[in-house]
């Protein structure tokens, strides 16, 4: 079965294909009165949007999103915010290849295993486009948590970490890798375009970060902060890992090591060491609620891999054209607005319950 | 809110506090006409037991499942399958300090930031108490998807990690740590004792494989197998991170290094790479499906450690008596358990839009 | 599939056969620090038990209820309330004639269509006894609402309706037909008394009225306040129709006689007529919630049916025995507990956007 | 909480206000491989169409439906269908009278109660025009349960009630007021005439029947089938009452006269009578599925009724302009369609538990 709705209260659902007219979300549970314009959101669409220098693909898309429903007067009724982006860069071009031969590391056998056929027209549903949808939907999440701060950067790139002395958050806007650490992003300009010029690609981990979440988010068992965060950030494309506060490191420590002190506070304890990212027992604990999150190296990539046919065939798949050489870049403000999406949906679950 | 709920078409919800007279779940939309008894779940719950050996919590619970609904005449009959433990092993015990103070790590004082107050005997509901039911309910998805085959191990205590080329499968149930390399157990058994000895604890990295599983399950977008994966183990007490195949490793490797070449197989293409861990765009290719799950050193633990009161003085805890000095041991019954119904719930899935 | 749980946000999901060892329900969401006793659900309980007087079945249950979790030194801490009832009256009898042979008007045949097999014994999941639970999960609903007064009461026995003019509020509890009208009362006893007598059976129309809802509970489109007032009603056994407000009346009716005319209030305007129930777009609007639930008569009569058994031969089926004679009267307490839980669920619903 | 999905498999959420500039559905778990053009949709949305006759409202809409998602080549993938209308008849007009005052009748107040604001241009999001989506979204249902044959008729308006022996499908299409009964038709003509010309209205009762839905669908206990179908039609525009099988008159009845007998047929047992209306115990016996819907007569009249301001003044309301004399021929569609919904959510339903 097909699945596009995420969130329990406050949910969105996206529709679109990669190379279909247009791309579009409803948002649902929004509350009512939050001052809400397409200005509010096309920010981080160009943040994501492709094209804008060497390092991500050369797609051209001006990803103008429209509202379309749930806002009078400038502000949300809490009726269903849809919104949609037309889809203008679409090439016409021979997708014979594409459509009889699996690229390996794509989702195009699965698809066609799971319903038989499937559109393949640049990756058709299972295409990264469908994330423009959730930087949409996460622009309209941020005005609901308006006492929360997020940011999402990216640490790591081809195993090239950041150096935690050198994080400063202004530098983060000022290169083209939302990298922390100047230093750092000096040595990603070559190491990407060397993977670009390539035809290679690389990995990545994005960390994100966000402040002023009250303690009491959160929904256990099943519904545990931490759990939809996983889920949320899982589902973005290329990611294969998520770890909530230490992580796996925490795996490779002591219980004394990992111990997360408390001291008192103005606001509920503090945990200045926070190992635990935030959450405990599923449930914000007032501190920085943090994630990492671990994006594959692009599948596309120029050298020959083994594939096989739709008809069971053996054959070998280059990717030549516009492909990002690091997804985990663009995918930096995908993970940022899941973060969005999955706080304010438990803003409302929280306040439903015990507001 | 609480949201004790797991799964979208096979569901199973649960119930109970640690120090309550019972626990218990309820299994909903199983199949009709499956052979199960308790002899089916016991086994699983045996295995998840404590006090069976030293390296585990002391705390004794015989932990017998019973059925008391949704089987008649030895079958499944398609209505809810209700399960209940009782719980035996309540010493009577003073609570008092544990009731006003915060112990750091647990969710001690985010339950009381979120509920106002807490059944605080045990840590209440969020005791890891509860990962009992999701074994019992484990052993019942085992049986809706008998075509799959599950095996969880763990891979590494405290850093130390088995080598691969001593990985044998039976080795696994012949020591305490469900440990596939004979030399590591060994070596674990020292760390282990030691830690318990200092009245320390340890992180651990549980693996899981799932063989068997048909191309085709996973239910793109928001309920990608791989995400569904993620929040479910997420979601097991002092799981700090969840990996999908190569994980985080594959964010440091190559687009070459990470490729998973396809070869015409019999029964759809192999890929026997199998970076992605048998899932792409969300949706399973036929190949293992492989994920490996974090867990921190257990929070309790014999050296003071900073707190505060539920007045918000400062104070310090220090955790005498019954604790696992490695919760990731016991924790691998339940990562099994979580593959199965995660799994099950996909065939489910599956069967609704494409069956 | 089987789908056992109810609500959006304050959930209950029940479990349970009629001649299982016992049922139950688990309700989760419900708000914490809220006084919670076995007492407070007991006398709800007793209300709808059979038993009690020679208009209701003389099946003996004294369904009495375990609050097993959920609740902590009296008060609710947010965590899922199960509630369980031992069944006890199991009485040992020969059920292969009705194993073998479709009751007309009951579910045998639909559940074996479905699901291949079925638990005959007393009618299994599909028997009324599941209402209990309801009973048991609205009078924690009720605790939740505490702003809402409900009261049910029986309309309409046999097409024999009660007179608005005599309507008496306090005569509800007087009589064993929760009758508002104490001639009406007087009359039914001769009515019912003979369809006993006669082996026979009667159908009955239940009122409920919610006063004290505020205006503004209510989710549209899909979750308006009167459609799951409808999916609640209808669920219960032996429903065949919902009215809110004036209903069927309504479509009599022109503009003018249907008008709810709109005066200024204290707290909102008031609509006296109040034709339309209480709702308006699926909103409450401060009025008065009213429904009309339609019972059929009891489908085991004394009188033979023609019928099929299970190998589809043609056979008749005649009931003797413990039945009901009009189960109308034994629903009036299940449909208070049904408004009671649509109410608490849409008040968490409110609170969730608008709070 | 605003809630704009409606199913549980095959799911589909509405979006879009009166006058916005576009409504629309994602329709979401349908079947992959399904033939699906927009001219499988447009006859339904053209049927429902006001400004066709002068018994509906002269707005004027063309109603063109586009699908922009979900179909590949002419066949559904399996990914979310997205469907939009774009609204083209909003005449500039004068909403300030309708912005400040609440139309009797209207969810004008429940809406402002509730969201503190509203859309009040043509009712925003509780306008009628939002059912057009679920005529498309019902089109695309019907082409998932092709075994199944949907019917829904005008039975009543006015009180004026249909004769059963002058039952003919084919005069359905026939007259404007889906009426089955040419000669109740023509006395509709001058009722609904004389209605529309005194600017009063007329309720009307709409049925509808479902043949060739085989025995077992339907989910019990909260999923059962009449449940489903009884939100489903609820939930429409000015519907106040929904009865399955005899509905109220089985109130009425003896459990002798409303006795379904079973005689033995070829696919499974017979019940000619059908009172049930095709489902017992919340499942479908394989008989027709009938209901039948009340809706009120509209509220928008002629005649003054009074009303309050915002403000809370004493005011009076009159509509002039363009209403339909009786929402429930134009309901007839939408009737229909539901029907469709619920019906292809319960074979995807029963298809995940037994298939």
Redesign the interface.
Known sequence: ??????G????F?????SH?????A?V??????IALTESDIQPFLDARKPGQNKFTTQRQEPDAV?I???V?EG?T??????LMIENTDQRSKDYSEIANT?R????D???D???????YRGG???SAR?TAMRVAAGAVARKVIGEVSIIAYVA?I??DAIDPANFDAQEIQRNPFWCPDADAAKRWEALVDN?RKAG??????VECVATGV???????????L??????????I?AV?????????A???????????????GND??R?EAN???G????????QPVTCRV????????L?P????TRE???TEVRTKGRHDPCV?IRGTPVVEAMMALVLADHK????????
Chains 1, 2, 3, 4 share one sequence.
């Open positions: 079965m097909s699945w596009n709705t995420f329990r209260v406050l949910r659902t996206t529709w679109g294909e279909g007219p247009a791309i579009g409803v649902d549970g929004c509350p009512p009165g429209r379309l429903s749930g009078f502000r009724t809490g009726t269903p915010i849809s699996y390996p590391g794509h989702a056998y699965a698809y295993a799971k319903y038989g056929f499937r559109d058709g549903r299972s469908e790591e081809g195993g993977a290679s690609s690389l990995g990545a981990v009250p303690a009491g988010w959160g929904a256990p068992i099943y519904a545990k931490d759990a939809d965060l996983a889920a949320g950030m899982m589902s494309n294969k890992g998520v770890e909530i506060g230490d992580g796996f925490a795996a490779r420590l002591t219980g004394e090591q990992n111990a997360d002190p408390m001291r008192p509920g304890p945990f190992h635990a990212g959450i405990a027992g599923g449930i914000s604990t007032g671990a994006f594959k190296p692009t599948s596309s990539i050298a891999v083994e594939s096989v069971g065939k053996a985990g409302a679950l929280h306040r439903a319950q015990c507001g």
